[in-house]
């Protein structure tokens, strides 16, 4: 364990907790942003060169930026109360205490893991390079092809569905809850806002 | 040393996967809970290479593709299912979504 | 002592490839200025001098611009938050530079028994690095539109975030035959692929290793000028209808950071476009490689020369292309580029096939 890992992991706990905490929703998206490049980070620091390439590409450059195109879309920046129907805020730190302490025991004790798994390679591990995408590839298009084209089969039934969800009927103007309802709703929560 | 790495990534992966977890309990904001979400994958994301790096093989590098996979399709479908829903309540609250509740 | 040396050299690579980057983005502004001039028949800007020497309006472009920006007031609008307000430029410009930490510009120059790469970085997954980098240059304009409180800026934002994600994809997807044909992600290997002569004559250049890669280089190219939101793609600002779009609400040093954001994004196609396409450094007929360090300076150069080529062709066809309507330009990506690209793959891998037997 370097310098570096502690440092790398101590600001990605930091930018976890922005996502959980920040009041308003954008603060979260870009704290999430910040936790996932880290991750990143992380990917890279255990040699998973590949891995860590597609996490910038794929979480933090894509999926990232479809949320704050939804929060931006929809003006959606506001602080938000706790509502009555979640679990009360005790009750869910007591809970999530308990289950970091039990993961932390699981990972802390001796004897969790099957005996030998943990030390039988563990001395070899850091000198071979499995991560470089010419070995990723070789697995992925040869010992899990099937999975893979599933994966594929699984994003094109997801476009189609995203397509559907949110496509709307064009309505003429001003009638029903259609987006010219959505958009005089917003022009009065600005003006509210300037106000 | 290698123990001692896998053992910090274990860790931080736990913490995180906990912060994931009371975000979704205690946020009432679909998004954020969303968001959550994609923490708590990425938590278990870091525990597979972290094992992939242990054993020194690719296998676990490889989930973590097809998480990423189904994480996309999670995100296009989940996101607009929020875009419909804000669409006809006006908020994406979860409190204000309670037609059948009761 | 040799780690010392070795963490020095990488050290000062880095500075000297982010100067010349930065250089490099502000002689863009310059020749943007002048081009834009001629193509208009104007004169353009000739109004600052030196003892009487304007130096063809360098002094105005380069001196004078950037003391009138960073002495002019920094304004925040009302109610929205300062930290955000100052991050989005940074975001904006952070990446592009950072991308360029994978691009070798010259042969490795080798001093006594020391192999330098003129790299600052060799990853072996060069290319992904690149897309990655660029795939977050989106942050800085979509938090520049969101905190500016701005209906306008917010527009530009809205579209500027919908056209780099559609592009993306195609400047991902008209690469993948090229990959292939090199396979490998190292660019310091790509360019190295890159010597000698394909059919006797026709120097070895990646445009020139398959019939189709001329698609490729048409589809990457238009998708890179896409990316950097400039004319015929530049409606997340466009002026005429969004007033400056999502940096209407930027002004001195921030508004400047944007805009040489998008000019260091011009060199950076350009650099890629040179290295995947048109050999890096590599000189057609002659291999240069083999001269030491004459070879490293002529390598550099020839590189630069050809980088600044695909940035004038750049500024050239922003000056004289319209722009286009929001639909066509998201018709262009998904209905005509992105099958091209796909059709283009098909073909360059069953070539592949056909020229193994």
């Known amino acids: 364990m370097t310098f570096a890992m502690m440092f790398f992991g101590l600001l990605t706990v930091v930018a976890a907790l922005g996502v959980v905490f920040a009041a308003k929703p954008l603060n979260s998206a870009l704290s999430l942003v910040a936790t996932l490049f880290l991750v990143a980070v992380h990917f890279a620091m255990l040699g998973a060169d590949f891995v860590a390439a597609l996490q910038v590409l794929i979480y933090a450059g894509a999926i990232m930026v479809l949320v704050i195109f939804v929060i931006m879309l929809l003006g959606l920046d506001e602080a938000s109360a706790v509502s009555k129907f979640k679990v009360p805020r005790y009750l869910a730190a007591v809970f999530c205490g ?19 798994i943990m030390d039988s390679v563990a001395g070899g591990a850091s000198e071979s390079n499995p991560g470089s995408p010419r070995e990723v590839g070789m697995v992925l298009l040869t010992e899990f092809i099937f999975p893979f084209q599933l994966a594929a089969l699984l994003l094109l039934a997801a476009i189609v569905g995203a397509v559907l969800l949110a496509h709307e009927e064009k309505r003429p103007l001003g009638k029903g809850r259609g987006l010219s ?14 106000v | 040393m290698a123990i001692e790495v896998t053992e910090f990534y274990l860790l931080l992966s736990a913490v995180l996967f906990t912060l994931g977890a009371l975000g979704v309990m205690i946020r009432s904001n679909t998004i954020v809970m969303f968001m959550c979400v994609e923490l708590m994958l990425n938590a278990v994301n870091l525990t597979l290479v972290t094992f992939s790096r242990q054993f020194g093989e690719v296998h676990g590098q490889v989930f973590v593709f097809f ?26 609250q979860t409190s204000d979504v309670h037609d059948l509740a009761g | 002592m040799e780690e010392l040396i070795d963490v020095g050299l990488v050290v000062l690579k880095a500075a000297l490839v982010m100067g010349a980057v930065l250089k490099l983005a502000a002689l863009v502004t310059w020749v943007e200025r002048k081009a834009s001039a001629l193509i208009q028949n104007r004169v353009g800007a000739n109004r600052a001098a030196i003892l009487g020497f304007d130096l063809a309006g360098i002094v105005n472009t380069l001196i004078c611009d950037p003391v009138k920006a960073l002495t002019k007031e920094d304004f925040v609008p009302k109610g929205v938050s300062q930290f955000m307000h100052s991050l989005a430029p940074f975001m904006g410009i952070f990446p592009v530079i950072l991308s360029f930490a994978v691009i070798p510009f010259g042969p490795p120059l080798v001093i006594g028994d020391r192999i330098i790469p003129l790299q600052v970085a060799q990853l072996n997954i060069g290319v992904l690095y690149v897309l990655a980098m660029g795939s977050l240059a989106v942050y800085g304009t979509v938090l520049a539109g969101w905190v500016s409180n701005n209906k306008f800026s917010l527009l530009g934002s809205l ?10 994809i195609t400047l991902g997807l008209s690469i993948i035959g090229v990959l ?29 290793m398959s019939p189709f890669n001329v698609i490729a280089f048409i589809v990457f190219f238009v998708s890179a000028m896409a990316e950097t939101k400039r004319a015929p793609f530049d409606l997340p600002e466009s002026e005429s209808e969004l007033v400056a779009g999502y940096f209407t609400e930027y002004s001195g040093m921030k508004f400047l950071l944007f805009w040489l954001g998008e000019f260091a994004e011009i060199v950076v196609a350009s650099a890629l476009v040179v290295v995947l396409f048109f050999g890096g450094w590599q000189l057609p007929w002659v291999d240069i490689s083999e001269w030491g360090w004459q070879g490293s300076l002529l ?27 929001y639909d066509q330009l998201l018709d262009l990506c998904w209905k005509k580029m992105l099958p091209i690209a796909l059709v283009n793959l098909v073909l360059t891998v069953a070539f592949m096939l056909w020229m193994d037997g």
């Open chain 3, 299 to 325: 390598g550099t150069m020839v590189f630069g020369a050809k980088v600044s080529f695909f940035c004038v062709l750049q500024v050239v066809i922003r000056w004289s292309v319209p722009r286009f309507r």
């Open chain 1, 98 to 116: 308990v289950f970091l302490g039990l993961l932390v025991f699981a990972v802390s004790s001796e004897g969790i893991f099957p005996v030998g």
């Open chain 3, 159 to 168: 579209r500027a975030s919908a056209q780099m994600i559609s592009y993306e």
């Open chain 1, 181 to 194: 309802a959505m958009q005089q709703k917003n022009s009065s929560e600005e003006e509210l806002r300037e």
């Open chain 3, 180 to 208: 292939a044909l090199y396979q490998t992600l190292d660019f310091a290997e790509i360019v190295n692929q890159q010597s000698g002569t394909v059919l006797g004559f026709l120097p070895n250049w990646g445009i020139f």
């Open chain 2, 67 to 92: 998480v990423m996979a189904v994480a996309a399709a999670e995100a296009a479908v989940g996101l607009a299912i929020i875009l419909a829903v804000f669409r006809n309540y006006f908020s994406i």
